[in-house]
C-alpha cells in the first residue's frame, strides 16, 4: 500500500502569513493527489485535485504543486478563514490513502 | 442542491454488525462512483472502501477487508455499508463521498458523518 507523510504535523501562523504543507508518497502516484480542508466537526472540503487543479469555488490564494513522490500545498496569504487541519489524499491506487493531516494553529 | 445524508449510525457491542446508508440527491448517482471515509475521534481521516458506478470495481482497506461489504442501489440513489464483526477500532465518523468521475477519483462531495461506536 501506498504511504502519505505529511509535515508539519502541526504549523503556527499569523494572518497574512505564506504558509506551505508537504506531502510524501511512498511510490510515485503521478498527479493523482487531492488535498482537503476540514474544520472541526465538519466533513472535509476539496481544495485540490490532480495535484495542482483548484477546485471551483476553492479560493485562489490556495495552490497545489508536485507529482511523483513529493507534493506542496501554498496559501499565499493565510486568512482567519485557513485556520484547520489539512489532508492530502493519494487516488493512484485503489487503495486511496490519505496523509496524517497537518493542523494550522494561530500564532 | 447536491447532497449526501448519511443514516444509520450508533451504539453497537463488539462483535455486532450495523449497516449505513447514503442517499443522494441533486445529480445522477448512477454515474458516480463512491466512498466511504471514516474519522476515528480525534484521529485523521481513513478510506475504508469505494464502489464503481456499475458496481464492476470494489475495493476496501486493509483494516475492513473481509468484514465490511460495500453495495448501492442505483434505482434508489443509495450507497450501503454493511459492517459486520465490529471491533472498538470501528468507533468512528462515517462518512460516504463522491469521486468527480471522467477518470478523477478524488472526493469533491461529501456527507456529514453518520456516526459509530462499537462499545460494550
Known amino acids: 500500500d501506498i504511504q502519505m507523510t505529511q509535515s508539519p504535523s502541526t504549523l503556527s501562523a499569523s494572518v497574512g502569513d505564506r504558509v506551505t504543507i508537504t506531502c510524501r508518497a511512498s511510490?510515485?502516484?503521478?498527479?493523482?493527489l487531492a488535498w482537503y480542508q476540514q474544520k472541526p466537526g465538519k466533513a472535509p472540503k476539496l481544495l485540490i485535485y490532480?495535484?495542482?487543479i483548484l477546485e471551483s469555488g476553492a479560493p485562489s490564494r490556495f495552490s497545489g504543486s508536485g507529482s511523483g513522490t513529493e507534493f506542496t500545498l501554498t496559501i499565499s496569504s493565510l486568512q482567519p478563514d485557513d485556520f484547520a487541519t489539512y489532508y492530502c489524499?493519494?487516488?493512484?491506487?485503489?487503495?486511496?490513502?490519505f496523509g496524517q493531516g497537518t493542523k494550522v494553529e494561530i500564532k | 442542491e447536491v447532497q449526501l445524508v448519511e443514516s444509520g449510525g450508533g451504539l453497537v457491542k463488539p462483535g455486532g454488525s450495523l449497516r449505513l446508508s447514503c442517499a443522494s440527491s441533486?445529480?445522477?448517482?448512477?454515474?458516480?462512483?463512491m466512498n466511504w471515509v471514516r474519522q476515528a475521534p480525534g484521529k485523521g481521516l481513513e478510506w475504508v472502501s469505494s464502489?464503481?458506478?456499475?458496481?464492476?470495481?470494489?475495493f476496501y482497506g486493509d483494516s475492513v477487508k473481509g468484514r465490511f461489504t460495500i453495495s448501492r442501489d442505483n434505482a434508489e440513489n443509495s450507497l450501503f455499508l454493511q459492517m459486520s464483526s465490529l471491533r472498538a477500532e470501528d468507533t468512528a465518523v462515517y462518512y460516504c463521498?463522491?469521486?468527480?468521475?471522467?477518470?478523477?477519483?478524488?472526493?469533491?462531495?461529501w456527507g456529514k458523518g453518520t456516526t459509530v461506536t462499537v462499545s460494550s
Open positions: 463521498a463522491r469521486a468527480p468521475g471522467h477518470g478523477e477519483n478524488s472526493m469533491d462531495v
Open positions: 441533486g445529480f445522477t448517482f448512477s454515474t458516480y462512483s
Open positions: 464502489i464503481s458506478s456499475g458496481s464492476d470495481y470494489i
Open positions: 511510490q510515485s502516484i503521478s498527479s493523482w
Open positions: 490532480k495535484a495542482s
Open positions: 489524499q493519494q487516488y493512484n491506487s485503489h487503495s486511496r490513502s
